[in-house]
């Protein structure tokens, strides 16, 4: 157990709809990060904040969007869904902007589009 | 542009025939190397953490080395609990951003 915990563990919809992904991150983590894995592309990294504040930006759609709140759990909102966005997403965290610290992933969010 | 390749893409073992995994990386300002191993639909579990060419990291039958060019997971007379995806990952100070590679996938048969 990481202790990083996301919510829900699976996520069925159809195309067209929004749906938000929770991650809370260890205790004293600071940094919580997004990803996407889904079968042909591997781990793809979305997106980063730092202690409520964005910090590093990956290949992330302009349909998707998250923040991170005051108590450090963050929200991976997904927009105008297609078939193509089905996949794992992964959380992780890490004590601090990231600079060569490991990272701790979460169970992950299994979204299905139909 | 940054880059990481991890090789083969699957291995099968049989138990206690040892062997390596490679990840090759092109990076500007390699700032740290991940090894991770992630268990099908689970997510990836922190293995290793190397910082310079020539740092060696081992934890029971798994050793990580790292060069200026790439680093190797060295898997000493696997066992079948072995079997998983093994994913590689560097921070860049170029980018400051982790980039993962695709992935081995091990099968260790008993």
């Known amino acids: 157990d990481s202790g990083v915990t996301q919510t829900p563990k699976h996520l069925i919809t159809a195309t067209g709809q929004r749906v938000t992904l929770r991650c809370s991150p260890r205790?004293?983590?600071?940094?919580v990060y997004w990803y996407q894995q889904s079968l042909d592309q591997g781990l793809q990294f979305l997106i980063q904040?730092?202690?409520?504040?964005?910090?590093a930006k990956g290949n992330i759609l302009e349909r998707f969007s998250a923040q991170q709140f005051p108590d450090l759990h963050s929200e991976l909102n997904l927009s105008s869904l297609e078939l193509g966005d089905s996949a794992l997403y992964f959380c992780?965290?890490?004590?601090?902007?990231?600079?060569?610290?490991?990272?701790?992933f979460g169970p992950g969010t299994r979204l299905t589009v139909l | 542009e940054d880059q990481v390749t991890q090789s083969p893409e699957a291995l099968r073992l049989q138990e206690g025939e040892s062997s390596s995994l490679n990840c090759s990386y092109t990076?500007?300002?390699?700032?740290?190397l991940f090894w991770y191993r992630q268990d099908p639909g689970k997510g990836p579990e922190f293995l290793f953490t190397?910082?310079?060419a020539g740092e060696e990291k081992e934890k029971e039958r798994l050793k990580a080395t790292l060069t200026k060019k790439e680093s190797f997971l060295h898997i000493t007379a696997p066992k079948p609990e072995d079997s998983a995806t093994y994913l590689c990952?560097?921070?860049?100070?170029?980018?400051?951003?982790?980039?993962f590679g695709t992935g081995t996938r091990l099968k260790v048969l008993a």
């Open positions: 992780a965290s890490s004590p601090t902007t990231g600079g060569g610290n490991e990272q701790f």
């Open positions: 205790s004293g983590d600071l940094s």
């Open positions: 904040y730092y202690n409520g504040e964005e910090r």
């Open positions: 990076v500007s300002g390699l700032r740290g």
């Open positions: 190397l910082y310079s």
């Open positions: 990952a560097v921070f860049t100070s170029g980018t400051y951003k982790y980039i």
